[in-house]
């Protein structure tokens, strides 16, 4: 995954270029470049590292000019050397081209160019795409853009600049996410709205094949065949600063600490009079909502996390059998699927290349798809047929924290609307469960007012090198998203269990040298289990840490570190007890002097399977 930016207008493009590259930095970091127009020529300065470090090797004063196009990069094909580093040119460096995506016949369309005289510079995909347009310009960068990408199979987020045309940009979408950001006598470009926000909040979201043409003073969306569009204009109501890290040093912490308000702006306006308030965000009929007998959850990563806690909210209490699947793996099987399956696919990007695909393939099979989405006009957002929103805002840090809280919360609500649709749950109780969910965001300000606690905590980590995550019931989930989040920010090896299993296998790890998490809230159903649990691991020396219920002394008697979080329902601890372990991973990873935003090999959104 890479990110774009790109601007027209009377400005000097590459300042803007480089402020906005900074925000689009998640969706990539091993190397950065930038294409100017000036007197009719490209000028290009690009090389390996971080945007910052790129920054500083690239000289300003050789990349002015009004027009440009700019790009991160996280490499698919080819090494992260300065040659790979986009924009791209073609052989007489008059088309350059920066790209997000993949050229999937990129190898057959360069050994026909390369036939024709064209000579590459790079072993990426994407200057194939540079070549191609340059073999079919005849005096219009546009017409030669629309003549290459009918050749091109793949996907694509393209930003275009030609020395010839030094008064347009161009843009292409095709699978890869592109937005157009309409200012005053300027247009902008980029792969997420944080990068332009700044500047307009103004924008287009590219759909498929479709293809813009950008001058400082106009915009026009056309089709792949030159048919001219009429393209809505969104306003964004995001805040620029919560795009910003706010006094923070990472925005992992920022979005950790942003958790309470995430909440609060979740529920909204969606629990009116003791009862859930979702009715006009589903674009269902109440009797296809009531004909609902079964419910797939699809999701990866962090966010098949949340669903697998979905599942457990949803059977207990609107009694609808739920099954939590692998995007990846759905959409390569033939699930048996009908009319009356509810498939609800979660995604913080929206733009999650294999739960789009298994979103397809659920429309294609007939169900209706529910999408939790953060990211609104996101590809999910837009082909799913109801969408409910986390409004969590921008999540820039790469290791999700607030949109995977938020998505518990969004669960939860629709399991108390199912609940009072299927009548498992009568009003008195609804509203109940309501009142506890609505205590949450105070609960959660509570919680992290223990940082530095847990800060402490995290330093046992210094010397170890694996660590086991155990919970039980609702907290499972959050015991595999806490190994997930330790392993992704600090390198650690770490595994989450359902702490039962522990018997079954992990039981032979533990030493002195292991460190296990357990999850031991109070509940009704595991707790004293789970306190079995810990005698064993005790009883082999292991290192553990508690996230138990406040006041509980007897978690505090047994383990080495407790942590307390506020009393509330079993079924909602999970939205708390995310957050402690969401803080260790963040200290453990800052105590082994890595950065906790750009953990290595991983990027925001993966668009490519
Ligand atoms: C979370 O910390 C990860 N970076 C990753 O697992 C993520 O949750 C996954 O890629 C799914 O992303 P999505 O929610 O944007 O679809």
């Known amino acids: 995954m890479c990110g774009i930016i790109g601007y027209i207008g009377n400005r000097e493009a590459a300042p803007l270029m480089i402020e906005?590259?900074?925000?689009?930095?998640?969706?990539?970091?091993?190397?950065?470049?930038?294409?100017?127009?000036?007197?009719?020529?490209?000028?290009?300065?690009?090389?390996?590292?971080?945007?910052?470090?790129?920054?500083?090797?690239?000289?300003?004063n050789n990349l002015n000019g009004n027009i440009g196009i700019s790009h991160c990069r996280w490499s698919t094909h080819g090494g992260v050397t300065k040659?790979?580093?986009?924009?791209?040119?073609?052989?007489?460096?008059?088309?350059?081209i920066v790209h997000n995506g993949i050229i999937e016949n990129f190898s057959e369309l360069k050994e026909k160019l390369m036939e024709k005289g064209h000579t590459f510079k790079s072993s990426t995909d994407t200057e194939v795409v540079a070549h191609l347009i340059e073999d079919n310009y005849n005096g219009s960068i546009e017409e030669a853009t629309r003549i290459a990408l009918r050749q091109i199979e793949g996907s694509y987020a393209l930003g275009i600049v030609c020395a010839k045309e030094p008064q347009k940009l161009i843009a292409a979408r095709n699978e890869s996410p592109l937005i157009l950001g309409i200012g005053k006598e300027e247009n902008f470009i980029a792969s997420?709205?944080?990068?332009?926000?700044?500047?307009?909040?103004?924008?287009?979201?590219?759909?498929?094949?479709?293809?813009?043409?950008?001058?400082?003073?106009?915009?026009?969306v056309k089709n792949i065949d030159g048919i001219s569009l009429n393209k809505k204009i969104n306003n964004i109501d995001w805040d620029s600063e919560l795009a910003e890290k706010s006094g923070y040093d990472h925005f992992m912490l920022k979005e950790i600490h942003e958790q309470p308000r995430a909440i609060?702006?979740?529920?909204?306006?969606?629990?009116?009079?003791?009862?859930?308030?979702?009715?006009?965000?589903?674009?269902?009929?109440?009797?296809?909502?009531?004909?609902?007998?079964?419910?797939?959850?699809?999701?990866?990563?962090?966010?098949w996390h949340s669903a697998l806690a979905g599942e457990f909210m949803l059977e207990e209490l609107a009694?609808?059998?739920?099954?939590?699947?692998?995007?990846?793996?759905?959409?390569?099987?033939?699930?048996?699927i009908n009319n009356n399956t509810l498939i609800i696919a979660i995604s913080q990007s929206g733009e999650t290349a294999d739960t789009l695909a298994a979103i397809r393939e659920a429309k294609r099979n007939d169900a209706k798809v529910l999408s939790i989405v953060n990211a609104k006009g996101s590809s999910i957002d837009r082909e799913s047929d109801s969408v409910l929103y986390t409004y969590a805002g921008p999540e820039i840090g790469v290791a999700s924290t607030k949109a995977f809280t938020t998505q518990l919360v969004v669960l939860y609500l629709f399991t108390l609307f199912m609940a009072n649709l299927k009548r498992s749950l009568d009003y008195g109780k609804i509203s109940e469960l309501l009142g506890k969910l609505r205590k949450l965001p105070l609960q959660m300000e509570a919680l992290l007012s223990e940082e530095n606690r847990i800060k402490k905590i995290a330093e046992i980590y210094k010397d170890k090198t694996n660590s086991l995550f155990l919970g039980r019931g609702v907290n499972f989930p959050i015991a595999l998203e806490g190994a997930l989040k330790l392993k992704e920010v600090?390198?650690?090896?770490?595994?989450?269990?359902?702490?039962?299993?522990?018997?079954?296998?992990?039981?032979?790890?533990?030493?002195?040298?292991?460190?296990?998490?357990?999850?031991?809230?109070?509940?009704?159903?595991?707790?004293?289990?789970?306190?079995?649990?810990?005698?064993?691991?005790?009883?082999?020396?292991?290192?553990?840490?508690?996230?138990?219920?406040?006041g509980d002394e007897e978690v505090s008697k047994l383990a080495d570190y407790a942590i307390y979080i506020p009393k509330t329902l079993y079924i909602?601890?999970?939205?708390?007890?995310?957050?402690?372990?969401?803080?260790?991973?963040?200290?453990?990873?800052?105590?082994?002097?890595?950065?906790?935003?750009?953990?290595?090999?991983?990027?925001?959104?993966?668009?490519?399977?």
């Open 572 to 609: 909602l601890s999970s939205i708390l007890t995310a957050v402690p372990l969401q803080l260790l991973a963040y200290y453990v990873a800052l105590d082994r002097g890595l950065d906790p935003d750009k953990p290595r090999n991983l990027s925001k959104s993966v668009v490519v399977e």
């Open 490 to 550: 600090s390198y650690l090896h770490a595994e989450g269990y359902p702490a039962a299993e522990m018997k079954h296998g992990p039981i032979a790890l533990i030493d002195k040298n292991m460190p296990v998490v357990f999850i031991a809230t109070k509940d009704d159903y595991t707790y004293k289990k789970v306190l079995g649990n810990i005698y064993e691991v005790k009883a082999r020396n292991g290192i553990v840490i508690a996230i138990a219920t406040e």
């Open 192 to 220: 997420d709205v944080p990068a332009i926000l700044k500047h307009t909040n103004r924008v287009i979201y590219l759909e498929n094949k479709e293809i813009a043409i950008l001058t400082k003073n106009s915009f026009e």
């Open 264 to 303: 609060t702006e979740t529920l909204n306006g969606r629990i009116k009079d003791g009862k859930v308030s979702i009715k006009e965000e589903l674009n269902f009929s109440d009797e296809e909502l009531e004909n609902i007998n079964r419910i797939i959850i699809i999701a990866c990563g962090t966010s």
């Open 83 to 96: 040659e790979n580093a986009h924009p791209h040119t073609d052989c007489k460096n008059m088309i350059s």
């Open 319 to 336: 009694k609808i059998p739920v099954e939590v699947e692998y995007a990846s793996e759905f959409r390569y099987r033939h699930p048996i």
């Open 20 to 60: 906005g590259l900074k925000k689009l930095e998640y969706r990539g970091y091993d190397s950065a470049g930038f294409c100017t127009v000036s007197n009719n020529q490209t000028l290009i300065q690009k090389d390996v590292g971080k945007i910052q470090e790129v920054e500083k090797k690239i000289n300003l």
